[in-house]
């Protein structure tokens, strides 16, 4: 492994990434493309209005999404992941993979371990 410990910026990158709703965000907006602060919502079911905008702030203030308002009433704003963000979809897919093979694994594990006994 190439990563030295004293340097190690993994704790940086999970610092903007972490979170039960940040990942659903991104991913839902890497799949549809720009969307509207309603659609998000609809999209991330349990997301409170609140805290799909604390979200969509901290994640523009990295530069992983755009928000782009509309000046007409009542007020249109919309997100987009920028080109920078695109740089997370082969982290999230990743992530998504191992998390899956995580699953099978524990589940194997306790197969093995209930035959045991």
Known sequence: MKIEPESCRVDD?????????KPLILLHLLKN?????????????????????NQLRDLEEEDIIARKVYPQVPPKVEYSITEY??????????MHEWGTNH???????MKKESVGD
């Open 13 to 21: 990158a999970l610092g903007i990434l972490v979170g039960k709703w």
């Open 33 to 53: 493309g720009t969307q509207r602060f309603s659609e998000l919502k609809r999209s991330v079911p349990g997301i409170t209005q609140k805290m799909l905008t």
């Open 85 to 94: 963000g695109r740089s997370l979809e082969p982290i999230l897919n990743a």
């Open 103 to 109: 699953i099978i694994h524990k589940r194997e594990k």
